[in-house]
């Protein structure tokens, strides 16, 4: 049973360039988050995907978007890249809507893309 | 919307001593709360959740938490550390109200074990 895959692993951009960043959701889950994890701190919340829409947001700038695709598949873009974006990105997939009081939320997480802004 | 706090960004035990990472949630009675371990450039690997079915919940690679309504803690213990546990754990709670696809996680606790 494949898990959550992220790729690329690594990635080393300079100021002003833009990435994009893909996940596979595990098998069977059709909700893809995005986290962002600065160095020495816990993930935050970037958005969530589930229909290939976007369902939440975090307190993210709009140089931040995603898209879904039909296989559940997913990816993060960000323009205008500054230092601070340098952080590891974490992608989480879960089963189901997001909705209350679901147990099916729970969210399994893939190995992160390490991004480095110069 | 809810929070939780980690006391303590380090803890550091001897191999076959007792782990006891601490995490205190912010208000209500959250449905859910999480642990999550993370070792050295990896991702984020479930340890376990609590679902209020039971109050002491069993994990992977011999943890539990107890949830405590009283205390508003749920925190991780292992009886006898060793020496793969060394790793981050983060705590973490969905944020509640209409953002409950959201997690929100705790700072995260290193955990270093000595032999």
């Known amino acids: 049973d494949a898990g959550v895959t992220q790729s690329p692993t690594h990635l080393i951009k300079t100021r002003g360039q833009q990435v994009t960043l893909r996940c596979s959701p595990k098998?069977?889950?059709?909700?893809v988050s995005w986290y962002q994890q600065a160095l020495g701190q816990g993930p935050q919340f970037i958005f969530q995907y589930y229909e290939e829409e976007e369902r939440q947001r975090g307190n993210f700038p709009d140089r931040f978007s995603g898209h879904q695709f039909p296989n559940y598949s997913s990816e993060l873009n960000v323009n205008a890249l500054l230092l601070g974006d340098s952080a590891l990105y974490l992608c989480a997939s879960s089963l189901g809507p997001p909705a209350s009081g679901r147990l099916s939320n729970t969210q399994y997480f893939g190995p992160g893309t390490r991004l480095t802004v110069l | 919307a809810q929070s939780v706090t980690q006391l303590g960004s380090h803890v550091s035990v001897s191999e076959g001593a007792l782990v006891l990472l601490r995490c205190n949630y912010s208000?209500?009675?959250?449905?859910?709360l999480f642990w999550y371990v993370q070792y050295p450039n990896q991702g984020l690997q479930l340890l376990l959740k609590?679902?209020?079915?039971?109050?002491l919940v069993k994990g992977i690679n011999g943890f539990e938490a107890e949830f405590k309504k009283s205390e508003t803690s749920f925190h991780l213990t292992k009886p006898s550390a060793h020496m793969s546990d060394a790793a981050e754990y983060f705590c973490?709670?969905?944020?509640?109200?209409?953002?409950?696809?959201?997690?929100?996680f705790g700072q995260g606790t290193i955990l270093t074990v000595h032999p």
């Open positions: 973490a709670v969905p944020a509640g109200g209409t953002s409950y696809g959201k997690l929100t």
């Open positions: 098998s069977g889950h059709d909700t």
């Open positions: 609590y679902t209020s079915a039971a109050t």
């Open positions: 208000s209500s009675v959250p449905p859910y």
